[in-house]
């Protein structure tokens, strides 16, 4: 490295780098992790630092080189085609230089975007596998930010850390040493203006730091505003309540502060390289001022002063960036760190190495003896990924205590109760979003913990309250279920769900976007794609968790009617919050407190006169008596 602005801009913002992280203590194993990572790409990497250390030795070889021109010159040695000669070496150098330079650049885009590529896909496939526990606890711009920031982070220690010390200490090594056999007493008094410039730079630095900082969290605070305020619930939120001037004024407050960090950032910055700028010019002055002497006086030649003075500017430069190096290394290792700590925590709900497949002739559901709590946060998540995260006092709570029934095949068996009561809990435990901790769960007759998630997900198609759609075109969003289905058996789908005139209707058909969660969509309509997605996959059995509960009742008949049609011949497990919904189910299931207090038909329950008469009671009370009212 040399004395060009991008040797000052590399060591400022090396300044600019949270001293902290020097303090964090790292996990035993990290560097050799680390070192993991790296293995696939060291041929990469020899060619890598072979390059680098190649640079630095022609970085050297140059000033030495000028310095024999000048002495030629001088007419001190030589003859005028040694001048031409070296000349050409000169520029031959050049060109190795600048081969050398392509070189660098390519070897250190392939390991680095390696590095990116494996380390991205390591993780997006490990959260894919972590439960659904955690990612109700997790906050996802944290999670987004180890995806990206962190690994780019990471990504930087084999490229610009690394090249950065290598060439670094070559370069400072092999300038000094040849300075020193020229001139120890000029090299000497060069080296005293060095604190003049670092001592400032570190104040600076920890200025710069403080900016950088409170830079990053007014942007994570402005990102995450836009965030919640750019997508449709958020857009509906600010309108609905009339805040769009008051949310307009806080953000722009927010970018204001922004704006003057910048302008901030960039005085200091300037004043940074100013001041490298002034030290290597006075440290100049002074080699051409004592060399000059020196070589009037006969005890240097002038090619040894060209020499000095070029070799001074490449000091300078690898002295600044080496004094906060550890900064930079560490800054890398916790980047590393903070990726590993993703792929260390183990998915609660893993397949066993001789798991088998639920059968697919066999479409029961049996609950035996069930219970269930939900696994603490340390269990599922990292505090570092939450928004907040507070210590939980106490053990897990049971939210199902010894719940048992049995759906056999092709049967509707329906759940009913107050919010809360653990209905959505117990279907979860069906295509194992969670797993029991007491009791044992069997689909088709097998374990769900012995089960192949593969299998257990193909035979198990779900339809929730909420259900979601991806940004994207309905054909997308249906094949999402069903990859290989052809169109026939797409448009056969949304025939059965009652939605198919409607797309045909529509002027790009199935090619229609339907908006961010599916909200170019009526609630109905959203629904209705839903089911059509299920159908399309054709699973043996299907959950409905209260796929009516928030429509209309014009919405409400559609769907009713496209649920007949998913739910003909399969097994079902409905939760109902409208009993009108579920009063031909074959088997109905009170839940009270995580407990199932009532079982029977609709008849049965009606005259049982218990919890279920009483709901039943509750929500056609006020129905019946209107009607009697217009009779």
Known sequence: MDGSPMTSMAAMRSFRRDPSVTSRHLPKGTVRRILGIARPYRRELTFFLLLVIGSSVIGVITPLL????VNRIAGLEGTAGDIVRIALLIAGLAVVDAGISLGTRWFSARIGEGVIYDLRSKVFAHVQRMPVAFFTRTQTGALVSRLNNDVVGAQQAFTSTLSGVVSNVIGLVLTAGVMLTLSW?????SLVLVPLFVLPARRIGRRLQEIT???YELNASMNATMTERFNVAGALLVKLFGRPAVEAEAFSGRAARVRDIGVLSAMYGRTFFTAL???AALATALVYGLGGYLAFTGSLSPGDVVALALLLSRLYGPLTALANVRVDVMSAMVSFDRVFEVLDLPPMIREIPDAVAVPVDERSIEFDSVSFSYPAASDVSLPSLEEVSLPEHGGPIDVLHDVTFRVAPGQMVALVGHSGAGKSTIANLVPRLYDATGGTVRVGGVDVREATLAS??????VVSQDAHLFHDTMRANLLYARPDATDEQVWEALAGARIAELVRSLPEGLDTVVGDR?????????QRLAIARVLLKAPGIVILDEATAHLDSES???VQHALDTALAGRTSLVIAHRLSTIRSADQI???DDGRIVESGTHEELLAGEGRYADLYRTQFADGDRSRAAVG
């Open 66 to 69: 000028a310095g024999g021109i």
């Open 185 to 189: 007493q000029i090299t000497l008094l």
């Open 213 to 215: 900082r409170e830079s």
């Open 277 to 279: 700028t002034l030290v």
């Open 456 to 461: 257990l997900r193909e035979a198990i198609g």
């Open 518 to 526: 599916g909200y170019r969509l009526s609630g109905g309509e959203k």
């Open 556 to 558: 409400e008949a559609a």
């Open 589 to 591: 299931l009170v839940v």
